[in-house]
C-alpha cells in the first residue's frame, strides 16, 4: 500500500504507510522532504493575535562567501528553538536575512579585481558598486541556499538584506534623528586607520598581538644646553611629531624639571616638559614623549594642556611632509633610519627587549596606525545609560549568566563610537556639503540644492557608515520599522537572540540602545550566547584563517540531521566545542539507529489501524481513553512512563537552553531504552498473529504502544533532526499534514507509572549483568545458559512474574530463583544487580582449567600496567610538565587498571 499526499507526489515520492526504505539515504530524503514543507508554506508566519508570538530575527551572515561550521551552529540552535516553539503553538516567525559586510566584502572584490591587474580606482565608484552588488548576488544566494540544506524553517517570504530598500530607508532615518538630538557629530580624533584598507576601524575591529618589541631610550637635550632628560618608546619613528614630554607630577625624580624647554633630536623644535597623571614612574625612565596626533593617550594629554598635533604618518603608512628628511619613506623604513641617526649623534643609550600588543586590522591583518583624523561619531554615554539600566533590571536576560557583567563592564567603559568608514560599499552618510557656502545638509532624501543658499553645488559626504550601524536596527528594521506595521506591534520586541559570545559588543550592545532609543523597548528578552566552534587542534573556525569548513561537505556525506545533532550534542550555553569528524560519525550511526528501528515498527504495523483503539493512551486531546489500558503489561507501562518523564524533561531543557542536554537525554533514550529494550521486549508478542485470542489482543496492545510511542519520540525528536523525523512521520499509519506543526508533547502526571518504572529497572540491571558475565566468558549470543538467582521480598516477586522476559533478553535456556545460596550451582561466576544475586554455573559450559589459565594471564598484564601507570603518575617531571589533560587520562586508566585487577582476581576466586 503506497500513501501519497495530494500534490505532493513530487515531494514524497512512493514514501508509503507502514513502507519506508530498507537504508537510510539522506540526500534524496531531505531534498524532497525541504521541498515538501515550502510547498506547504509551513514556515510562513502571518499575525495572529490570539497566539503568544515567538520571534527571532537570524544574525545575518556577511556575504563574503559561503557559511563555516560556526554558522551551522548558531542556525541549528535557532532551529531547534523555532520548531519546538511552533509545535507548542507559539506564532512563530524567523526573519531571515544576509548582511552587507562593509569592510570585508570590499576587500574580498578588490582582491578579485587585483587578479585582473584593476583596482576600485580604475573602474570608478559606480563601476565597483556594481561588481559588489554582483558579488552579493552570488554569494548571498549560496548563503540562503546552504541555510536551507541545513534545514532551517525561516520565513523566506520575509528575507531581508541590510542593504534591501526598507533597511536603507532605516538608516537614514536613525542617522537623522540622531544627529538632530546632538547625538551624532563630526569631529577630529584619534581613529584605528588601516594603512591596507584605508579606512578607519573601530576600536571592535582592532585585533591586539603580543609581539616581540624594543624600547628604545632617547635623550632630549635641554635648550640650555645644561644636560638632557631620556625618554624610553616603542615607536622611535613617532618622535618626529613630538610636541611635549611628559612626567608624573609626583614623581620627584623630575621636580625641577616641568617647565623647562628641550630641543627635539632630528627636527630641531623646542618642545615642553609638561606634568601629566598618564605619565607612569614605572615605565621605562618615567619620562614619555608626547604626540598627540599619533596616540590615543597622547591626544587626551594634547587636549588636556592645549597641545598641537603635528601628523608625521600619512594614510597610506609612510611619513609625511613633516617628517622633512624622511617624508615618503616606509614607517617601518623610517624607525631603522631614525634610530640609526640617533645612534650616530649619541642621543641613543639604549634598546632593550619590549614585549607589547599591537593592534592588527581584523580582515587584513595589517598593523594599524592611529590617525588624527575627521570622523563620524555617535554620542554614546545617553544611548549606553538606558542600555544598562534594561540589563540590571532584569528587561533583557543573558544566558549564561556570566556574560550579563561582560557587557555591562563594557558599557559602563564605553567610548564615542566611530560610525564613518572611507569605503564605498555600504550606506552612504546622510551628508551633503555645499561648495558655495559650507552648509552641511543631513537629510533622509537626497537633497537637489542647498537649503541654505538655494545654489546646487553640493557633494555628498563619500564616507559609508559602519557595517554595524545597519546591523544594530535589525529587530526592528526587518520588521518594518519607520512604518507601524501589524508585524512590529505584534513581533517586537523579538522572544530571544542566539549569537556567539565573539559579537556581543560588536552587534548585541548595539541592538539594546538603538531598541531603546527609536522602539523605547528593548528589542529581545533573552540573549542566548553560544561558544565558537574550535577545529580538533582548539584554533577558531574562520574563513579568514583558512580554517573554516563548508558545512555542505558534510551534509553531502552525512546529511544535514546527522551535522546538526553532532553540533549541539555535548553544546553547552557560552563555551566552545572542538569538531571532529568521528562526532559526525557517531550522529550518523545514531540516525541509522533510528531509523532501522521505526522500520522495524512499520514492518510489524502492516495490519495496524490506530482507529481501532480510541483513545486507548491519553493523548495531546486530553482523553483519558477506555481502551486496552488494563492488559498494558510491564514494559508497556514503563515505555510510556519513560516517554511522558522523557517529554517533561526534554521541555525542561529546552526552557533552560540547555539544547545540548536535551539532545543527549534524547540520544540515551532512544537508543539506549527504546530501541535497545523495548522494541526487544515486544517482538515475542508482536511474533504471536497466529496464537490465540489473548496472545492476538497483546500483539495489538504491543502495536498500538509502539505507534504511539514512535510518535512521540519523533516529535520530541523533530527539532533536532527534522528531515528524518518528517520522513518516518510521513509513513506512519494515522498521520497526515507536517509532523512540525504537530502539538509538541506534553507530560501527563496520568502515564507516570513509578511502580513500572522501578520494577523495569531491576529486570534491566539483571539483564545487563546476566550479558557481562557471558561476555567475560565469550559465550556467544546464539547458546543458551542456565542462571541460577537469589532473590527476597519484591524483587523475586518481580522476576517471578517477567521471568519471560529475562530468559528473553539475557539469553538463558533455564532461570532458577532460590532464596540462599546452595551448592547446586556448582562452580560459578557471580554478580550483584541491585539486591539480586546472579549465578551462571561453568561447568560443562566452559573448559575451567583454560578459562583460570587465561584470566591468570590477563591478571598478570593488568598488574604489569598498573604498576608502569603508577610509576608514571609517582614522576614528578610527567605530573607538572605534560598536559592536564594526559594526566589526568593516567589517573583514569591507573583506576581502570585497578578495576579490572579486583574483577579478575574475584573470578579466579570464583573458578579456584
Given at each position: 500500500m503506497f500513501y501519497v499526499k495530494m500534490g505532493l507526489v513530487s515531494c514524497l515520492e512512493a514514501i508509503g504507510k507502514s513502507d519506508i526504505p530498507s537504508v537510510y539515504n539522506p540526500h534524496k530524503l531531505e531534498r524532497n522532504i525541504y521541498q515538501f514543507w515550502l510547498q506547504g508554506n509551513y514556515f510562513h508566519a502571518e499575525v495572529e493575535k490570539d497566539k503568544t508570538p515567538f520571534c527571532i530575527v537570524i544574525p545575518p551572515p556577511n556575504v563574503t562567501g559561503s557559511l563555516h561550521i560556526g554558522h551551522a551552529l548558531d542556525n541549528s540552535l535557532q532551529d531547534i528553538l523555532i520548531r519546538w516553539r511552533r509545535m507548542q503553538g507559539y506564532n512563530t516567525l524567523w526573519v531571515p536575512g544576509t548582511d552587507h559586510a562593509g569592510i570585508a566584502t570590499q576587500v574580498k572584490v578588490e582582491a578579485d579585481l587585483a587578479k585582473e591587474g584593476l583596482s576600485r580606482y580604475d573602474l570608478g565608484r559606480e563601476r565597483f558598486l556594481e561588481r559588489v552588488w554582483a558579488w552579493k548576488r552570488k554569494y548571498g544566494g549560496q548563503i540562503i541556499s546552504q541555510l536551507q540544506r541545513l534545514g532551517a524553517s525561516c520565513d523566506w517570504q520575509r528575507e531581508r538584506f541590510t542593504m534591501d530598500e526598507g533597511c536603507s530607508r532605516a538608516v537614514r532615518e536613525v542617522f537623522v534623528r540622531l544627529y538632530e538630538k546632538g547625538l551624532i557629530y563630526q569631529g577630529?580624533?584619534?581613529?584605528?586607520?588601516?594603512?591596507?584598507?584605508?579606512?578607519?576601524?573601530?576600536?571592535?575591529?582592532?585585533?591586539?598581538?603580543?609581539?616581540?618589541?624594543?624600547?628604545?631610550?632617547?635623550?632630549?637635550?635641554?635648550?640650555?644646553?645644561?644636560?638632557?632628560?631620556?625618554?624610553?618608546?616603542?615607536?622611535?619613528?613617532?618622535?618626529?611629531?613630538?610636541?611635549a614630554i611628559a612626567v608624573n607630577p609626583h614623581d620627584e625624580r623630575y621636580a625641577g624639571y616641568v617647565g623647562r624647554t628641550v630641543i627635539l633630536p632630528i627636527i630641531g623644535r623646542e618642545i615642553p616638559i609638561i606634568a601629566d597623571e598618564y605619565a607612569d614612574p614605572q615605565f621605562g625612565t618615567g619620562a614619555v614623549k608626547v604626540t598627540p596626533a599619533h596616540d590615543p593617550n597622547d591626544f587626551e594629554m594634547g587636549m588636556r594642556h592645549k597641545l598641537p598635533s603635528i601628523t608625521v604618518i600619512g594614510e597610506d603608512g609612510t611619513?609625511?611632509?613633516?617628517?622633512?628628511?624622511?617624508?615618503?619613506?616606509?614607517?617601518?623604513?623610517?624607525?631603522?633610519?631614525?634610530?640609526?641617526?640617533?645612534?650616530?649623534?649619541?642621543?641613543?643609550?639604549?634598546?632593550?627587549?619590549?614585549?607589547?600588543?599591537?593592534?592588527?586590522?581584523?580582515?587584513?591583518?595589517?598593523?594599524?596606525?592611529p590617525l588624527l583624523s575627521k570622523q563620524w561619531f555617535v554620542r554614546m554615554k545617553p544611548l549606553a545609560e538606558p542600555a544598562i539600566r534594561a540589563v540590571e533590571e532584569g528587561r533583557i536576560r543573558f544566558i549564561p549568566e556570566r556574560f550579563t557583567k561582560i557587557y555591562l563592564n563594557w558599557m559602563e567603559n564605553v567610548h564615542d563610537w566611530c560610525i564613518s568608514r572611507q569605503l564605498w560599499w555600504g550606506h552612504r552618510i546622510p551628508v551633503w556639503y555645499c561648495r558655495d557656502c559650507g552648509e552641511v545638509i543631513v537629510s533622509r532624501v537626497d537633497p537637489e540644492s542647498c537649503t541654505r543658499c538655494a545654489g546646487s553645488n553640493i557633494e555628498q559626504d563619500p564616507d559609508v557608515l559602519d557595517t554595524w550601524f545597519s546591523s544594530a536596527l535589525w529587530p526592528f528594521s526587518t520588521l518594518g520599522w519607520p512604518d507601524d506595521t501589524p508585524e512590529l506591534r505584534h513581533f517586537y520586541p523579538t522572544s530571544v537572540l542566539v549569537t556567539a559570545y565573539d559579537i556581543i559588543f560588536f552587534w548585541v550592545a548595539r541592538m539594546i540602545f538603538m531598541g531603546l532609543e527609536f522602539m523605547k523597548e528593548v528589542p529581545f528578552r533573552e540573549v542566548f550566547i553560544h561558544g565558537l566552534v574550535r577545529n580538533p587542534e582548539g584554533r577558531k573556525m574562520s574563513k579568514s584563517l583558512g580554517t573554516g569548513v563548508d558545512p555542505l561537505d558534510f551534509i553531502d556525506q552525512y546529511g544535514a540531521d546527522t551535522l546538526r545533532f553532532t553540533l549541539v550534542t555535548g553544546n553547552t550555553p557560552g563555551n566552545d566545542m572542538r569538531f571532529r569528524d568521528e562526532r559526525v560519525e557517531a550522529s550518523r550511526n545514531f540516525a541509522n539507529k533510528i531509523w532501522n528501528a521505526s522500520r522495524f515498527v512499520m514492518m510489524n504495523l502492516h495490519d495496524f489501524d490506530p482507529r481501532d483503539f480510541a483513545a486507548v493512551i491519553p493523548g495531546d486531546d486530553g482523553s483519558s481513553g477506555n481502551g486496552p489500558n488494563s492488559d498494558l503489561q510491564l514494559p508497556d507501562r514503563w515505555i510510556l512512563s519513560r516517554v511522558n518523564g522523557v517529554a517533561r524533561e526534554v521541555t525542561r531543557f529546552l526552557e533552560k537552553y540547555e539544547i545540548g542536554e536535551a539532545a543527549r537525554l534524547l540520544y540515551d533514550f532512544i537508543w539506549g531504552e527504546f530501541c535497545d529494550w523495548y522494541v526487544e521486549l515486544v517482538k515475542p508478542r508482536l511474533y504471536s498473529s497466529e496464537g490465540g485470542e489473548e496472545e492476538k489482543r497483546s500483539r495489538r496492545v504491543a502495536q498500538y504502544v509502539l505507534w504511539y510511542s514512535l510518535?512521540?519520540?519523533?516529535k520530541l525528536l523533530h527539532p533536532f533532526m527534522p528531515f528524518i523525523t518528517e520522513g518516518i512521520w510521513q509513513a506512519l499509519p494515522g498521520t497526515e499534514g507536517s509532523i512540525m506543526v504537530k502539538?509538541?508533547?506534553?507530560?501527563?502526571?496520568?502515564?507516570?507509572?513509578?511502580?513500572?518504572?522501578?520494577?523495569?529497572?531491576?529486570?534491566?540491571?539483571?539483564?545487563?549483568s546476566t550479558r557481562n558475565l557471558r561476555a567475560e566468558l565469550n559465550i556467544t549470543p546464539q547458546s543458551k545458559i542456565r542462571a541460577v538467582m537469589i532473590a527476597h521480598g519484591e524483587s523475586r516477586e518481580v522476576l517471578e512474574a517477567n521471568s519471560g522476559y529475562v530468559s528473553h533478553l539475557a539469553g538463558l535456556s533455564e532461570l532458577v530463583l532460590a532464596e540462599e545460596r546452595s551448592g547446586h550451582h556448582g562452580k560459578a561466576i557471580s554478580a550483584i544487580a541491585k539486591d539480586v544475586e546472579i549465578f551462571v554455573p561453568v561447568e560443562g559450559l566452559i573448559d575451567v582449567e583454560r578459562e583460570v589459565e587465561r584470566l591468570r594471564s590477563d591478571l598478570s598484564a593488568a598488574q604489569e600496567a598498573r604498576a608502569a601507570s603508577e610509576m608514571k603518575l609517582r614522576n614528578p617531571n610527567f605530573v607538572t610538565r605534560a598536559n592536564p589533560d594526559v594526566v589526568e587520562r593516567e589517573r583514569v586508566r591507573l583506576a581502570e587498571y585497578s578495576e579490572r585487577i579486583e574483577r579478575l582476581e574475584k573470578r579466579l576466586r570464583e573458578l579456584s
Open positions: 577630529e580624533y584619534i581613529i584605528n586607520w588601516c594603512p591596507r584598507c584605508k579606512t578607519s576601524l573601530s576600536d571592535l575591529e582592532v585585533e591586539h598581538k603580543d609581539e616581540r618589541g624594543a624600547l628604545y631610550y632617547i635623550r632630549y637635550p635641554f635648550k640650555d644646553g645644561e644636560g638632557a632628560i631620556t625618554v624610553a618608546t616603542t615607536r622611535p619613528e613617532t618622535m618626529l611629531g613630538d610636541v611619513m609625511t611632509a613633516a617628517a622633512q628628511k624622511y617624508a615618503g619613506l616606509d614607517r617601518y623604513k623610517c624607525r631603522e633610519a631614525v634610530v640609526a641617526e640617533l645612534k650616530e649623534k649619541g642621543l641613543l643609550v639604549k634598546v632593550e627587549d619590549h614585549d607589547h600588543a599591537v593592534g592588527h586590522c581584523q580582515r587584513c591583518h595589517t598593523a594599524v596606525e510518535q512521540q519520540i519523533l502539538p509538541w508533547p506534553r507530560y501527563d502526571e496520568r502515564l507516570n507509572d513509578g511502580d513500572a518504572e522501578a520494577r523495569m529497572g531491576l529486570i534491566m540491571e539483571v539483564v545487563r
